[in-house]
């Protein structure tokens, strides 16, 4: 069984995909085999990081309040890039300054729970690298998300905000787009299965 990008199937192929002794078998462009071995960021949508083997980044360009952009991160199953270290704000800051356009994008991180306290979304402590001037005290009342700047700088900003904004995920995170192929022989793909860590 392959899994068809164009149709979103799997299916049963019995002619036509040979295995060889030691490759895998070649496929028509439009069919992808993945093993969690061979899975690469740009397989997911998304880009290398070199930060960490296993993660990945994506710059979305539409604009969407901080709410929204957790959403449409978590539905490639990722998060709002979460940086917790200098060696996490500088691949970030790097992997920014890599895209062609873009100056502003929501990260992860708030202090509205309490004032100044920047947290993740996990608890954990948010690296903090400000803008000159920044976090002020004009609009503490309602700036409690963070933005990160083409310089790796931040802003605290409203969390209504409308901004481009940032995903990470796991290579060993899949979703149920993502299939492995799995052979067993010389003349037949064996399973199509579903993975999900």
């Not at 799997?10 to 060889?20: E, T, W």
């Not at 960490?52 to 929204?68: G, V």
Request: glycine share 6%.
């Amino acid at each position: 069984m392959v899994y068809d990008l164009d149709t979103r199937l799997c299916f049963l192929r019995s002619k036509g995909i040979s295995v060889g002794a030691l490759t895998k078998p070649h496929l028509p462009t439009n069919i992808r085999a993945f093993t969690k071995d061979d899975i690469t960021c740009s397989d997911i949508g998304y880009q290398e990081s070199n930060w960490q083997k296993d993660r990945c980044f994506k710059a979305h360009y539409d604009i969407k309040t901080k709410p929204e952009a957790d959403k449409e991160c978590a539905k490639d199953n990722g998060f709002l890039v979460q940086i917790d270290s200098i060696s996490k704000h500088n691949a970030v800051k790097q992997f920014i300054q890599s895209l062609p356009s873009g100056n502003k994008f929501f990260i992860d991180g708030s202090d509205e729970a309490i004032e100044d306290d920047w947290r993740l979304s996990d608890g954990n402590l948010l690296y903090l690298d400000w803008k000159p001037g920044e976090p002020n005290s004009c609009c503490k009342k309602y700036e409690h998300c963070v933005i990160i700047f083409r310089n790796g700088k931040y802003n605290d900003v409203s969390c209504i905000a409308e901004i481009s904004f940032l995903c990470e995920r796991s290579l060993r995170t899949f979703d149920p787009e993502i299939l492995s192929v799995f052979w067993s022989g010389p003349l037949f793909i064996k399973f199509c299965i579903i993975f999900k860590f």
